[in-house]
């Protein structure tokens, strides 16, 4: 009886000591695949990667989800890979940053004060004379906006596409507060100039400041009365005056009447 008492206790003993093996095997396995995770992400850190590839990534993103688990994984790693002084080389990024906002109606000046950054630095990135890094870049994408992955993998065609007669749906706003400017040609390739139908509001004016800005511009009054200041010459506009002179000169202009004015005007694209 003592016996199979033994031989019982021993095996439930078998049994436990072969239940931990397991459970330690488990855990051995568990640790083997995160070592495999960690390892997998390791290299995409590690491994340089051209910015071209990152783009490359973005747009197959849902393949490599496979590997990672999820498109947000992919993005999230990458996105880490891609630091705050990584660059965005190779790649015309300048031309497509300057067609894009063209497209989108947007002056270097607008999307400058959008992004809280300098006229320049607008201007800089667009002539190539600067590679900015991704965050730099996704900043001032953020005011256009357009995400960077839609920034690099957008095609050409649609980014080209050009009209001949624009709609008034077809002109945006580009002004603020009481003061419209309706941009014309908005999605006109290699702009040189802003075609605008300016509506200003009773008192609207073009800010505090005098304007100055390179190039020369005109325009006619359309319709109602506009204060157009040049230098220290005020002047008074009515229905049917036009006005031309070199933008270098500090200018500004005001609508001190009761009645929207209305001016189509010619400006250089900056």
């Known amino acids: 009886m003592l016996v199979e008492q033994g031989l019982i206790i021993l095996s439930n003993e078998q049994r ?94 607008e999307l400058a004060k959008r992004v809280g950054v300098t006229n320049s630095t607008i201007s800089m990135i667009e002539k190539n004379n600067v590679s900015p890094s991704v965050s730099s870049l996704k900043k001032v994408l953020s005011g256009i906006p357009i995400s960077i992955g ?34 014309i040609g908005a999605r006109s390739k290699g702009r040189s100039m802003d075609l605008l139908k300016e509506c200003y509001a009773p008192g609207a004016e073009t800010g505090p400041e005098m304007l100055q800005h390179p190039g020369e511009e005109g325009g006619v009054v359309v ?3 506009i204060e157009l200041t040049v230098g220290f010459q005020v002047y008074q506009l009515k229905t049917g005056d036009g006005y031309y002179f070199n933008s270098n000169r500090p200018h500004r202009f005001r609508n001190i009447s009761d009645e929207v004015c209305e001016i189509i005007s010619a400006n250089p694209s900056v």
């Open 223 to 225: 319709s109602g009365e």
């Open 150 to 183: 839609d920034f690099f993998t957008m095609e050409t065609e649609e980014i080209e596409t050009e009209s001949v007669v624009y709609k008034p749906e077809d002109m945006p706003d580009i002004g603020s507060n009481n003061l419209s400017l309706y941009l």
């Open 16 to 109: 436990a000591t072969s239940n931990e093996q397991r459970a330690t095997s488990n855990e051995q396995r568990a640790t083997s695949n995160e070592q495999r995770a960690t390892s997998n992400e390791q290299r995409v850190t590690s491994n340089p990667l051209s910015f071209p590839s990152f783009v490359l990534c973005i747009k197959y993103s849902a393949h490599l989800a496979s590997c990672f688990g999820s498109v947000k994984r992919v993005v999230i790693l990458l996105t880490e890979h891609q630091t705050a002084g990584s660059t965005v080389e190779n790649m015309d990024v300048g031309g497509r940053l300057q067609m894009i906002r063209k497209m989108k109606g947007l002056s270097q000046r």
